[in-house]
């Protein structure tokens, strides 16, 4: 009887402990890292805006930008300077972008 609690106590202790390993201190391995990133600048023109961001025309092309990278959401004709960072390694987010440049500032 003494054998069985002790290997429930050594089981809920090792799960326990694996479990503490993911609290908030921790927040394990990163999703898709490492990676590695090329940056640009790049100029845009918005063509079109909803709710959840924005179309440009830029010189390589149409791009879309969400609208959690924006900020405020530009106004069609508006012309923005942005960074864009373009995946090159790995398997995190493709590209991101940062205003560099907007209307107003």
Do not use: N
């Amino acid at each position: 009887m003494k054998q069985r609690t002790l290997t429930r106590l050594i089981l809920v202790g090792g799960l326990l402990g694996g479990l503490a390993a993911c609290g908030p201190d921790d927040p394990g391995p990163i999703a898709g890292g490492p990676c590695s990133y090329e940056t640009s600048v790049i100029e845009g023109t918005v063509t079109e805006v909803d709710e959840d961001g924005a179309l440009f025309m830029g010189e390589e092309g149409e791009f879309w930008v969400p609208g959690s990278y924006l900020g405020k959401l530009p106004d069609v004709g508006d012309t923005l300077t942005l960074q864009r960072e373009r995946i090159t390694e790995g398997t995190c987010t493709p590209e991101i972008y940062s205003v560099m440049d907007a209307p107003g500032d």
